[in-house]
Nanobody
Framework: QVQLVESGGGLVQAGGSLRLSCAAS????????MGWFRQAPGKEREFVGG????????YYADSVKGRFTISRDDAKNIVYLQMNSLKPEDTGLYYC???????????????WGQGTQVTVSS
């Protein structure tokens, strides 16, 4: 089985940047698509973006398109979420997840990390 651990969260002012990392252990992620999700207090979990197993395709939520970038380094077993031009509404607990089926919002994600907190001040 695979374990996913997110890191890189923190407190940042609006307009700033953060890079989140999702490190996998137990099994390689090279044959799996990966997704990023977030959940703000009192709100439903929201899909942020996903990346295909090959890294050749990505999919982003409209709310983050043009500001966030997903990439992966299979040699290091790490998936990244680069977040630029952060807004207060980006605040939330960010999760990475693994999928055997796809990298879009309705794909099936079977393994999840514990999350890393991102707080954007106004």
């Amino acid at each position: 089985q695979v374990q996913l651990v997110e890191s890189g969260g923190g407190l940042v002012q609006a307009g700033g940047s953060l890079r989140l990392s999702c490190a996998a252990s137990g099994r390689t992620i090279s044959s799996y698509s990966m997704g990023w999700f977030r959940q703000a207090p009192g709100k439903e979990r929201e899909f942020v973006g996903g990346i295909s197993w090959s890294g050749g395709s990505t999919y982003y939520a409209d709310s983050v398109k043009g500001r966030f970038t997903i990439s992966r380094d299979d040699a290091k077993n790490i998936v990244y979420l680069q977040m630029n031009s952060l807004k207060p509404e980006d605040t939330g607990l960010y999760y990475c997840a693994r999928s055997k089926t796809g990298w879009t919002p309705r794909s099936d994600y079977d393994y999840w990390g514990q999350g890393t907190q991102v707080t954007v001040s106004s």
